[in-house]
């Protein structure tokens, strides 16, 4: 097995160039590990003479992306084109068809397309593999797939989205708020352009809907994950949850159980003993209950170019190696499906904001309406007037199903007390 | 592929018992998962008779254990007897001489003959795993086998050892001494009747070397492992640590360079803002730094019968399934040698503690040894007097080279003024 394992690369943006970049810097060591030296052969991208910082002249360039599927010479396709549809659905179709192996980084496609994908990679017996696509260099997919294949899973739940991560602590170390906080991780690239993805708590969302399948056995459900990004997180909710012992983070759960699978992704109080509360800056983090392992814990660095080539080439050993399997742990005709789990039978705490008007007979609607829905108030907290005028009431419910908390939420709205929309998240109780 | 992987079970301890146990609770996942049924057929262990909770009286009972590995209907022999020679040694070693698959959860006998295990399995074309070897249930041995096999890596750390990490949480949380918590830990099952192996640092250090294998492609040096355990930590140093923002942990350091491999389990001040900090009770951590992923962070449950067996059927699994490759990630004549590199050339602070006689000049002699050693000091505690009538002396150095804080103790050396041996720790700078 001296022959080359030979690559067709799609994409060359930050990643594409960065997997170039690993494979030049670490060439022996990957062929003593692969047993094999891996090569790229052919390269496609949009723009052929944009400096990357690599040396791309030594390979063969393809106009047409697609027709990388049926290069001659190439063993394995990896895309990092990115989006769910369009020439990268197209590629990853081709070259599975034609029994050969593909590598992706692509959340979107495999959130929305992974069971189509893998059911024609087991008919064909091409390897599939997505290391990258879910927390950048942090191997959960093979921590799930293979390391926790023993156990039975009842959750699987983390901070998969560095820049929410990355916005969250900032606001809280610096106590300043969400929209100047966004600004500043734009301008240092730290998050995008158009930050929608990340912030509306979409691209977690993906990769959320991709840990579930791994950790239940259950078909990819991404429409059915309940999403809310950290828009609406104000300085001061961060501020009432640190004086609480918690800090806020975008977390994506998943939990299989009797009532069905509950997916959602939002911002949550996590408890400081909770490792997730340790997880700062553009940090990525994955936690698994297995009902043998218990919890395990994996962090890392969940995007940019170098632990998002990290991901992709030990996909590339894996395969040069011929260490790979059904990609999603179980032949995609025997993943099973679950209805989606009705929220409101969960149990839990949850903290509330609400911005009122200052005036009498406020503080006693809002209890009113926590009263009337079953919901019991451990801890209240009344601050003085916003620079609005406004006054900020904070309040932690005892445990109790959603259900009731939504239901006060339903009867305050419209009233004429609140100024703008209230907050709600769930407390993480463990 | 719906013919079952058939397992010969050698070893009927918490361990063994507890692979029966999951593989009954999992059964149809695991199946799922691994594309056949995982079925144990014959076991072997000292004592037919005793009550292990789990029906045994199904499998074929073998007395010779060794015979298990020439068992006509075994496709895996699984060792869990222990003992890093003796009969675990001649059945891994007939297991595999027999072209037979290998698993084991046996740390010491890798450390020590890994290699020629290795070796052995490669000839033959015989699976050989072990991921249960190294901290339980945290797939760590294929987190660096394969997640992290894209990078250069250049130190692997961790936590170990559970015992060790329980006993000291516990002096920190109530700021006793380690002879009280240890006998506690006893009273509790969380440490052995006879605990040197795991106080002492040797069973970290198994483990360290191990993972200094599959990280740096090196050939297993267990010998050049330097060790010291927490027997000498005593509550004051937890203490002053604490008040200095580090916690004690009993850590294994592996770090690859041109100065060669340095090995060495020890107890370190850990600051409070790194991950391994907040490991707590008997959980077990793994960190390693690659030059593309930087920094993965690994944990979970490092002992105890769950974790164990989640670690040793995953590696059935992966045999089920045909995943599995050479076991230290390349060929292991492939792997390099490295001389041990001399820790007097490493760079870094240190906490020194003295117990010294209360008298005048005490406190002149120690800092002129620290000058005339070339030691700077950051900073000084000098804390009233011990039951015993000494007074404590806490330092904290400036970075500086090993060697001289070495030198400055040997220049102390038999004082008369030093009640005791001090007390040396290294201070994780990261």
């Known amino acids: 097995m001296t022959e080359p394992l030979k690559i067709a ?28 030296p891996i090569e790229v052969v052919a390269v496609s991208a949009r723009d052929r003479a944009k400096d990357r910082g690599v040396d791309i002249a030594r390979f063969e360039w393809v106009d047409d992306t ?39 980084a692509n959340k979107a496609m495999i959130a929305h397309h992974g069971l189509d994908l893998a059911a024609l990679a087991e008919e064909r017996s091409a390897p599939l593999k997505y290391e990258a696509a879910v927390a950048g260099g942090i191997p959960v997919i093979k921590g799930l797939r293979e390391g926790a294949a023993a156990n039975a899973l009842s959750q699987v739940y983390g901070i998969l989205n560095g820049t929410c991560n990355f916005i969250l602590t900032k606001m809280e170390e610096e106590g300043r708020d969400f929209a100047e906080v966004l600004a500043e991780a734009q301008a240092l690239g730290f998050a995008e352009a158009d930050p929608s993805f990340d912030i509306d708590g979409v691209d977690a969302a993906h990769k959320l809907s991709i840990l579930s399948t791994l950790a239940f056995g259950t078909a990819l459900a991404f429409d059915d994950v309940a999403i809310t990004g950290i828009r609406h997180v104000i300085a001061a909710d961060i501020a009432e949850a640190k004086a609480l012992g918690y800090r806020v ?20 109080l996590v408890p400081t003993a909770h490792p997730l ?8 983090a994955v936690v698994a209950e297995g009902n043998f392992v218990g919890r395990l814990f994996f962090q890392g660095r969940g995007a940019g170019d170098g632990p998002t080539a990290s991901a ?9 190696r011929g260490e790979y399997g059904p990609p999603f742990a179980m032949p995609a005709d025997q993943l099973t499906t679950l209805p989606p789990a009705d929220a409101g039978d969960r149990r839990g705490r949850a903290y509330l904001r609400f911005s009122v008007v200052d005036k009498p007979g406020v503080l006693a609607e809002i209890a009113a309406a926590m009263r009337d829905a079953g919901v019991s108030i451990e801890s209240l907290i009344q601050r003085g007037a916003n620079p609005d005028g406004s006054v900020l009431v904070a309040i932690v419910t005892h445990e ?23 907050m709600l998240m769930h407390i993480l109780d463990a």
């Open 277 to 284: 509360s340790h997880v700062v800056g553009s940090l990525n």
């Open 9 to 36: 690369l799609a994409g060359l943006g930050t990643v594409g160039a960065g997997v170039i970049r690993l494979l030049d810097a670490n060439r022996d060591l990957i062929t003593r590990r692969a047993g094999r």
């Open 249 to 268: 983070r975008l977390v994506g759960v998943a939990e299989a159980g009797p009532n069905g699978l509950f997916q959602r992704v939002h911002p949550l």
């Open 400 to 422: 109790g199903p959603e259900r009731c908390v939504t239901q006060a939420l339903e009867r305050l709205d419209g009233s004429a007390s609140l100024v703008g929309k209230p």
């Open 66 to 104: 697609t027709a990388l599927a049926r290069h001659p010479g190439a063993d394995v396709v990896v895309e990092l084109v990115g989006g769910s549809d369009g020439p990268a659905l197209t590629l990853a179709r081709a070259t599975l068809d034609g029994g050969r192996a593909f590598v992706t």
């Open 312 to 320: 992709v080439v030990a996909d590339l050993i894996d395969i040069a």
